[in-house]
């Protein structure tokens, strides 16, 4: 059965210092897996998608994530904070058949420290 | 701009009142999705629809309906049999149905509160 877990409900980091939100996943095949963005009340934000292309996918605002099939995790990396970066992220898996489904993960909300 | 309206932002309801919530896209994507999210919690699948006039349930689908008489439009009724409504309605759509490797692109959600 498909899952993914955010192992961090919440991580906090100073402005400039590098970001790691942590996701592994669980699937009995390759999943797609994306990782999207929330700012308070609004919709989310796709940040960078892996496809089974290239294990370091590169995403908007300076994310990217690498795709560790060996330990089934797909980690979001940033090397340099900055405040608009605060928000909530949400790793997401998903299959490649119809009868497959869209799993989210819980979310990791990201503070950012002056 | 293509992209994915919802409305009202925010929608108050009094108790035993039925609700609609309003999802409209001009991206031409054949799916569409109704996600639920409380506070604290990841997004939950509610409906979701594949093309014209067909669409399934989600994992919480008790107390929701819809419809989806047009491409464009995915309009979400919240009943009075739903025990807890209260709380942040997304619609979502990708390009492709039953491809659920596409992305997603989201609406900006409707907060629901129930006095």
């Known amino acids: 059965a498909q899952s993914v877990t955010q192992l961090d409900s919440h991580v906090s980091v100073s402005e400039g210092t590098p970001v790691l939100l942590r996701c592994n996943y669980s699937?009995?095949?390759?999943?797609?897996l994306f990782w999207y963005v929330q700012h308070p009340n609004k919709g989310l934000q796709l940040l960078l998608k892996?496809?089974?292309?290239?294990?370091l996918v590169k995403g908007i605002n300076g994310f990217e994530a690498e795709f560790k099939k060996s330990e089934t995790s797909f980690h979001l990396t940033k090397p340099s904070a900055h405040m608009s970066d605060a928000a909530e992220y949400f790793c997401?898996?998903?299959?490649?058949?119809?009868?497959?489904?869209?799993?989210f993960g819980s979310g990791t909300r990201l503070s950012i420290r002056p | 701009d293509g992209g994915i309206t919802q409305s009202p932002k925010y929608l108050f309801r009094k108790e035993g009142q039925n609700v609609t919530l309003s999802c409209e896209q001009n991206?031409?994507?054949?799916?569409m999705y109704w996600y639920r999210q409380d506070p604290g919690q990841g997004l939950r699948l509610i409906y979701y629809s594949q093309i014209v006039n067909d669409f399934q349930k989600g994992d919480i689908a008790e107390g929701y309906s819809v419809s989806r008489e047009k491409k464009e439009s995915f309009p979400l009724t919240v009943t009075s049999a739903q025990k807890n409504p209260t709380a942040f309605y997304l619609c979502?759509?990708?390009?492709?149905?039953?491809?659920?490797?596409?992305?997603?692109?989201f609406g900006p959600g409707t907060r629901l509160t129930v006095l």
């Open positions: 699937s009995s095949y390759s999943p797609s």
């Open positions: 892996y496809t089974s292309a290239a294990t």
């Open positions: 991206l031409n994507h054949d799916a």
């Open positions: 997401v898996s998903s299959g490649y058949s119809s009868a497959s489904k869209i799993i």
């Open positions: 979502a759509s990708s390009l492709r149905p039953g491809q659920t490797v596409d992305e997603q692109f």
